[in-house]
């Protein structure tokens, strides 16, 4: 007889394997760039963005470049002014100088005026005027006041004439000093316009896409400035050189004058000489006052 044996089987343990997955931390820039992504904004996209000056003009719109056109060629004029008005001053300014300088040595107008035929100066044109009127003047009775204040008169007109041709484009400058900052803050309140539209249109206020956009409307402000302040102080410097200007102008109408006087008291018959003057019995007068 066969004896069976129960066979037990061996039982094998499972052991359950757990696998660990990487965790994968998301900062809150990583989300903002994978939005951004979304959106097709990317770094590369700011790092695309010339924020050069040059750069800057070729991004901006139609407006924005003619605006800074219009300053760039605002800031040329005026400094084009400048220069030509520091020469022209300058110039004038000595010739004029020599010129009373001169008048105050000579003796006579006659002998002043055929001095100064070689003489270039814009001054000159006071002694033409003179000359001009005494010839008018010579072709019939005239009295001494009477001519003198035509020759004032006259005189006064030249030197008006003068100073307004020395005044010319210093208009300019004082134009350009006080609109350029308005027409530059013209410019970026309208390249702002147009970055808040693209914030719209995008939907992201992400510094990269706003950027780009407000420095372009911010370079208009600088550049009506950069016109702008040149201006104001260029405006500054020529009217104080204007104005120096005039009071030579004024001090060679003065020794004009001077001069007519003296010949005039030449030709006078009842003009008494300087020597009779002082000899004469009447005592000068005192202006001093004895209480100083």
């Known amino acids: 007889m066969v004896s069976t044996s129960e066979v037990t089987p061996e039982l094998t343990p499972v052991v359950d394997t757990i696998v660990e997955q990487p965790v994968i931390v998301t900062t809150s ?41 219009g300053l760039l060629i605002a800031s040329l004029v005026s400094w084009a002014i400048c220069i030509f008005k520091s020469v022209q001053l300058n110039v004038a300014k000595r010739h004029a100088k020599k010129l009373l300088a001169h008048l105050i040595q000579s003796t006579s107008f006659a002998k002043a005026s055929h001095d100064l035929t070689q003489q270039k100066s814009e001054a000159l044109i006071l002694l033409t005027a003179t000359q001009h ?3 008018l003047s010579a072709a019939g009775p005239a009295t001494d006041e009477a001519l003198k204040e035509r020759l004032i008169a006259r005189l006064e007109r030249v030197q008006t004439s003068l100073s307004a041709n020395m005044n010319r484009g210093t208009g300019v400058l004082a134009t350009i000093g006080s609109v350029a900052p308005f027409v ?22 992400n510094l990269a896409v706003v950027a780009p956009g407000i420095a372009e409307a911010l370079l208009a402000t600088a ?70």
């Open 133 to 135: 009127e005494l010839c």
């Open 29 to 69: 820039s990583d989300a903002i760039n994978a939005t951004d992504t979304e959106h097709g904004f990317t770094e590369a996209a700011f790092d695309a963005h010339d924020l050069s000056p040059w750069g800057m003009y070729k991004a901006a719109d139609v407006v924005v470049k003619s605006v800074i056109i």
């Open 184 to 205: 530059g803050l013209f410019g970026t309140v309208w390249g702002i316009m147009n970055s808040f539209i693209g914030i719209a249109k995008t939907q992201t206020t």
């Open 223 to 292: 550049l009506g400035l950069v016109a702008a302040i040149p201006a104001v102080v260029m405006y500054n410097h020529f009217s104080r050189s204007i104005g120096s200007y005039k009071a030579i102008l004024t001090d060679i109408l003065t020794a004009t004058m001077i001069l007519i006087s003296r010949d005039l008291d030449r030709k006078n018959p009842q003009a008494k000489p300087l020597a009779n003057l002082l000899n004469d019995d009447k005592k000068p007068v005192n202006i001093i006052s004895k209480e100083s």
